[in-house]
């Protein structure tokens, strides 16, 4: 039984992130054309860096097979015995079949969850943006942030950037409503100026009209048509 677990834990972490890595396998799962460009973290590398890499899923690869290990010696044989006593006892050669067909299959399953949770979070990847913000962190000289102790400190210190970036934010925009309003009113003003004109030039129109008028009558009144035409 023991030849048989060892023998289905020949695919390892490591050699399912340098076969088939976990952007290449989306890339050819969805034939996206984007497969040929470069991404961060990715393509080649120079020898330590590739080393360093090679060592951080070396580490990862033993993590999960330490966690596999004990997750299966929770399912040993006398466990497995002891929940199906009756059976055990009927057949104990079949029931240590079953075992040890269960415990395969658990270790298929356990391995396939892992592939499948290296491809869809893109371990690789991540695992080079971590070595960026490492590296940041060392040419950075100032002191990490670390907690005081007193939560509400702490609590204020975290949202007091994410209030004073809404708060620039908020200024921004009040300023461009401000200076929307401004060249609205400007507008209205301006087309104020402009109807207070044409009321002006048309009253004079009205005024010159009604003097025209006036003079017409007066003109027209002094000619006395009666008595040049009288007979």
Not at 18 to 38: I, L, W, Y
Not at 52 to 77: G, N, P, T, Y
Not at 176 to 187: D, G, M
């Amino acid at each position: 039984m023991e030849e048989s677990e060892g023998a289905t834990q020949k695919e390892t972490v490591v050699e399912i992130c340098v076969k088939t890595p976990a952007v290449d396998r989306m890339n050819e799962a969805t034939g996206d054309v984007s497969s040929q460009t470069t991404i961060p973290g990715s393509g080649s590398k120079p020898p330590e860096e590739k080393e360093a890499r090679f060592k951080r899923l070396k580490l990862f690869d033993k993590v999960m097979q330490k966690s596999l290990e004990k997750f299966i010696d929770h399912a040993s044989f006398n466990r497995f015995a002891s929940t199906f006593r009756p059976l055990y006892k009927k057949n104990p050669q079949k029931m240590e079949s079953i075992h040890k067909q269960f415990i395969e299959e658990l270790q298929r399953a356990i391995r396939e969850d892992i592939s499948r949770l290296i491809e869809e979070g893109s371990l690789e990847f991540k695992l080079n943006e971590l070595d960026q913000l490492e590296n940041a962190a060392k040419k950075n000289a100032d002191p990490a942030w670390r907690p005081s102790g007193v939560p509400e400190q702490d609590f204020c210190s975290f949202l007091m950037p994410y209030y004073q970036k809404q708060e620039k934010y908020m200024r921004q925009e009040l300023n461009k409503i401000q200076a929307e309003n401004a060249a609205l009113s400007q507008k209205a003003q301006a087309g104020r100026e402009s109807l207070a004109q044409t009321e002006y030039r048309i009253s004079t129109t009205v005024d010159e009209w009604k003097a025209s008028v006036t003079e017409f009558e007066r003109l027209a009144s002094s000619l006395h048509p009666a008595d040049v035409f009288d007979v």
